[in-house]
């Protein structure tokens, strides 16, 4: 019972963001980007080399060349991007509705965690071990 009032207040802030003007930039400035060749080549370009650089950063110091040559690619990229309005404010919009969802969760979270366990965090291992909290996987 309870879970069914919960789920239906959850679906009302889902409407109402979705609804919201926020969400309504996003899409128009999506539309516009999508129409967009070279910001969207460059936003795909992005998206790798922004992967790349993750990647590099787990495995090496900040410091290294391999990390700076990929942070410099990055930077290179989204000042490529900057020179596009439509990828600016597709960017800007995005940030915006990310910003807004972030926020309820965040806001949802805080409150529970006096009154709750609640992790506020990606879980770490793979489950496995005694209640399934701990890992014996011997990674």
Not at 11 to 16: D, E, K, M
Not at 29 to 40: G, L, P, S
Not at 43 to 56: G, I, R
Request: proline share 3%.
């Amino acid at each position: 019972m309870m879970q069914n009032v919960l789920e239906e207040k959850a679906a009302r802030i889902a409407t109402q963001i979705a609804r919201s003007d926020a969400a309504h930039r996003y899409w128009q400035a999506r539309d516009k980007m999508e129409r967009n060749q070279r910001a969207q080549a460059l936003f795909e370009e992005l998206k790798l080399k922004t992967n790349a650089q993750m990647v590099l950063e787990e495995r090496f110091d900040s410091l290294h060349p391999k990390v700076e040559t990929a942070r410099k690619d990055v930077q290179d990229v989204e000042q490529k991007m900057g020179e596009i309005p439509v990828a600016l404010q597709y960017l800007e919009a995005k940030d915006e509705l990310n910003e807004m969802v972030q926020g309820v969760m965040q806001l949802l979270l805080t409150r529970l965690t006096d009154q709750v366990p609640v992790e506020l965090g990606p879980r770490q291992g793979c489950g496995n071990g005694h209640g399934g909290n701990g890992c014996d996987c011997g990674k």
